[in-house]
């Protein structure tokens, strides 16, 4: 199995074409997961609804709303999960979005289809990362959003493909130029299910110990909706549709109940670089995180 060419396998698969109709509510919902508090009420009032522009990853591990219908998340990047049959659980690294449009935050259809863009080989038993695009358009057919995200297969390494490329981000060598406290509340994980994903290991502590983990945790692209609405707050406050582009590395694992710090480090006109911190740990969950806005 570790010979297998995955790279050859699995380059240029795509799962099938997908839709996600929304309305306000489900906005409204996701604002709520990633943390929105009582005065956001551009983030949860319809009569003055933005969305929150992450929303555009929801497509990525979404089931609610979804046609073809599927009861958990099955982005291209299972497509390795059937030929690897992993018998621990794979891990997303990283993921990046860039806007095209803002999104409409009243209603409308996401059409949208996943491909596998790259297979990187880490090495003999230190596994594999399979990196998926997801390109999500409107009902006119516009694009709204970009998708990248990368997977981490422990027991699928030594395949002879590439190296996974490092990342350009290197946070600076001094003290970050804003703070921002927050908290992942007791049930955040559950809240944030309902906004689509489903995986079994978010909820499931029984699930979750069998595939290695201490029980349920967070997902980590609540993590990046929560960087998402707190860098908005700091950096465009009250104009989420002037970011442009969001990615992060996924260092840690997080588990709900935990009091957390957004650090940024302005590093030019619309750019920022960031970490998302666990203050009882002091361990990056978001690492090497950039966030870039239109002036």
């Not at 990853?57 to 009861?71: A, E, F, K």
């Not at 390494?157 to 996974?164: I, R, S, T, Y």
């Not at 049930?187 to 029984?206: A, F, I, K, S």
């Amino acid at each position: 199995m570790m010979k297998l060419k995955l790279d050859e396998i699995l380059v240029g698969k795509k799962m099938e074409p997908r839709y996600l109709e929304y309305n306000w509510r489900d906005v409204v919902l996701y604002a709520l997961a990633v943390g929105a508090k009582r005065d956001d009420l551009m983030y949860t009032y319809e009569k003055y609804l933005k969305a929150i522009p992450t929303y555009g990853t929801v497509p990525y591990w979404g089931t609610v709303n979804v046609r073809p219908y599927q009861w958990m998340p099955l982005p291209a990047s299972m497509l390795a999960n059937d030929i690897i049959k992993p018998t621990i659980s794979f891990l997303n690294m990283d993921h990046e979005i860039i806007m095209h449009r803002p999104i409409d935050p009243i209603k409308g259809t996401f059409q949208y289809q996943d491909v596998i863009t790259d297979v990187y080989d880490r090495g003999e038993g230190k596994g594999a990362v399979v990196r998926t695009r997801i390109d999500v358009r409107d009902e006119a057919g516009n694009d709204v959003c970009t998708n990248y995200s990368t997977t981490f297969f422990h027991e699928a390494g030594g395949f002879g493909g590439a190296p996974m490329p490092k990342s350009p981000v290197q946070i600076p060598d001094r003290g970050p130029d804003v703070e921002i406290d927050d908290y992942i509340s007791p049930v955040q994980n559950l809240l944030y299910r309902l906004t689509g994903d489903t995986n079994l290991v978010h909820v499931d502590p029984q699930y979750a110990q069998k595939m290695g983990f201490e029980t349920s945790f967070m997902q980590g692209l609540c993590s990046f909706g929560f960087a998402c609405r707190m860098a908005i707050g700091a950096l465009i406050p009250g104009e989420p549709e002037r970011m442009t582009r969001m990615a992060a590395q996924m260092t840690s694992v997080l588990f709900p109940d935990t009091p957390v710090m957004l650090q940024l480090w302005k590093m030019g006109e619309g750019t920022a670089y960031f970490k998302l911190v666990n203050k009882t740990t002091g361990k990056a969950v978001l690492n090497r995180g950039v966030f870039e806005w239109r002036n």
